[in-house]
């Protein structure tokens, strides 16, 4: 189960954390990825983080450099630090998570999601 949280409003140029909470596999064993859905939109991933202690992060061109993925072995919860936020940044947040050792940023290679949580950026 992955359930998301840290979404909201807020203005551009702005910050937010998002988190996503594990649980009911081994956490470690699985990378993970956030996505995005826009209104109209189709699901972008955003940001990917290969599986073990010292994941290693992939970004979108959009984002690169702004967002920064991280996960706590020990809480069984990613992170999503996303700064400098636009307002081409708003919409539905997804944490997802396969069984392999890097995902990518493409959802087809994901075989878990969470519920999503609403990101505007105003």
């Known amino acids: 189960q992955l359930v998301e949280s840290g979404g909201g409003s807020v203005q551009a140029g702005g910050s937010l954390r998002l988190s996503c909470a594990a649980s009911?596999?081994?956490?470690?064993?699985?990378?993970m990825g956030w996505f995005r859905q826009t209104p109209g939109g189709a699901r972008e991933g955003v940001a990917s983080?290969?599986?073990?202690?010292?994941?290693?992060?992939g970004y979108s061109d959009s984002v690169k450099g702004r967002f920064t993925i991280s996960r706590d072995i020990a809480e069984n919860t990613l992170y999503l630090q996303m700064t400098s936020l636009k307002p081409e940044d708003s919409g539905i947040y997804y944490c997802?998570?396969?069984?392999?050792?890097?995902?990518?940023?493409?959802?087809?290679?994901?075989?878990?999601w969470g519920q999503g949580t609403q990101v505007t950026v105003s």
């Open positions: 009911g596999y081994r956490y470690a064993s699985y990378c």
């Open positions: 997802a998570a396969a069984n392999l050792w890097s995902c990518g940023l493409g959802q087809e290679r994901y075989n878990y």
């Open positions: 983080i290969t599986r073990g202690t010292n994941g290693v992060g």
